[in-house]
């Protein structure tokens, strides 16, 4: 799934996190694309702490 940006006067004004592609569609839907929707996961495969920039 790719959606583009619909910046508002060259910003963004919503960044969020969404649960489900389906749920990250309705996000952009209802912000009229002005938002950047980012979707949670559970799989973080080869992700230690370290390698992912935890400290």
């Known amino acids: 799934m790719k959606l583009t940006p619909n910046f ?16 990250a569609r309705e996000i952009y839907a209802a912000a009229e694309g002005h938002v950047l929707v ?5 799989k973080l495969s080869g992700c230690g702490k370290r390698s992912c920039g935890y400290a």
């Open 38 to 42: 980012g979707v949670l996961s559970k």
């Open 8 to 23: 508002y006067r060259d910003r963004v004004c919503l960044n969020v996190l969404a649960g489900s592609k389906d749920n």
